[in-house]
């Protein structure tokens, strides 16, 4: 009889097993859809806005219009500046500048949250956004070791609370992406477990990814890119972000941005100028429908364009992009600068007429002057001394570095006497 007992002991814990491990099998996480009214997903970072429970729904209406093109942000800036200047408002409006492309404004709301702030969860969310306006005042040199300072502060404040999934996995999010920024090319493929343990994870919660891990296979991509230089595996994370766009969010802006990132990609490989030219062409195509002209972020494609036609040997298609940039821009930027030194290249190349390739060439280094680009003034500056030299200026001004002053200083009167740019 005990060798009986045994038997149906043994075939009781197999069944016992059998049945669950197949349940276990057949239980799914459900599908929940993640509220991500506070949430933007930016060119290189996940901008974040407050709760603001006692603001009411006027508040939540104009975060929405933080998610439209140029003329809708600046709409909700202006409705933001007519609330309470609250640690949630001040941090929308930095969000807003942040989405205009002007950190230093942006910076400047930001630092009035951070006085007043007493939560420590609308602190971290501040800290994060404040970390994107550092990385843009940085980009021209490419050196983020700021932004990531701030970042890093802004994680170690939220795990004091730790009290949303969400929050602290988009803080995370920045801080991975902000730190590949700050080692590239080197070290970056450390970072892919870390991304891919943040996919799992917000699959394995919500049942899918979404928002959050749209951007982190963005952060895959670029791995890919950096590490291996592997360009068609980068492509299908690319794909695959904008494939979940499609089906949870349909955001422009994310679509733009993404093939922005991928034309990047092209640019640096070679013999690819062409694929990159593609994608250049489909931000293009949406942007000239969805954004506003004078958006930054539009006609700096026209100038990422602008470059390759050039690149290309396509000159009139070249000045036509960087024409559009002058025409269109409301504020001297960096773009604006570049569009008038290709402007004055192709001149040259195209006319031979050194006097008006001069006028862009001091017009593009009186605004490089407010950047923190040495290599970009030396490379204007060579471009001028060589007009200087081969086009006998030097008969009637022998000395050029007198010369080269004194057409700086009159070229910064005449564009202040045009006010041209707001």
């Not at 609330?83 to 910076?107: C, F, M, S, W, Y």
């Not at 030299?389 to 009167?413: A, C, L, M, Q, S």
Request: net charge negative; glycine share 4%.
């Amino acid at each position: 009889m005990k060798p009986i007992k045994s038997k149906v002991l043994k075939y009781s814990i197999f069944f016992l097993l059998l049945f669950s491990t197949t349940g276990c099998q057949n239980q799914t996480t459900e599908v929940q859809k993640i509220d991500d009214t506070r949430y933007i997903v930016d060119q290189q970072m996940i901008l974040i806005l407050c709760e603001a429970p006692d603001a009411g729904s006027e508040y939540i209406d104009i975060l929405n219009s933080l998610k439209g093109n140029g003329d809708e942000v600046l709409a909700a800036i202006e409705q933001l500046e007519g609330l309470e200047q609250t640690v949630p408002v001040q941090n929308a409006i930095g969000v807003g500048k942040n989405l205009l492309r002007k950190p230093d404004e942006a910076e400047v709301y930001f630092q009035r949250a951070l006085e007043t702030v007493e939560n420590p969860t609308d602190k971290a969310i501040v800290l994060s956004n404040l970390a994107e306006s550092k990385y843009y005042q940085k980009q021209y040199i490419k050196q983020y070791d700021e932004a990531l300072s701030v970042m890093n502060q802004a994680v170690e404040e939220y795990q004091n609370v730790n009290t949303d999934m969400v929050l602290s996995m988009v803080l995370e999010s920045n801080q991975i992406r902000l730190a590949m920024m700050e080692e590239y090319p080197q070290l970056v493929a450390k970072y892919a477990l870390k991304i891919k343990e943040l996919l799992k994870k917000e699959k394995k919660q919500f049942g899918a990814n979404q928002f959050i891990g749209m951007f982190n296979l963005q952060s895959m991509a670029l791995v890919c890119h950096y590490d291996d230089e592997k360009i068609e595996r980068s492509l299908e994370y690319m794909e695959k972000a904008v494939d979940i766009n499609h089906q949870w969010y349909q955001y422009t802006f994310f679509d733009i941005r993404t093939y922005n990132l991928i034309s990047d990609m092209f640019y640096y490989e070679p013999d690819s100028m062409e694929k990159g030219l593609e994608y250049e062409n489909k931000c293009i195509e949406l942007l000239d429908e969805w954004q506003s002209d004078w958006h930054y972020d539009r006609l700096q494609i026209y100038t990422k364009r602008g470059q390759s036609y050039y690149s290309m040997g396509e000159l009139e298609k070249s000045s036509e992009d960087y024409n559009l940039v002058l025409e269109q821009s409301r504020d001297e930027t960096d773009i604006v600068s570049i569009s008038y030194y290709y402007l004055g290249q192709i001149d040259l190349m195209q006319r031979n007429v050194p006097e008006k390739a001069l006028d862009y060439y001091f017009k593009a280094y009186c605004i490089w002057q407010r950047y923190d680009r040495p290599s970009s003034l030396q490379t204007i500056k060579q471009s001028i001394e060589n007009v200087y030299y081969r086009y006998g200026y030097e008969n009637e001004n022998p000395d050029f570095e007198d010369w080269f002053v004194e057409n700086i200083e009159k070229t910064k009167k005449e564009m202040k006497d045009e006010e041209r740019y707001s």
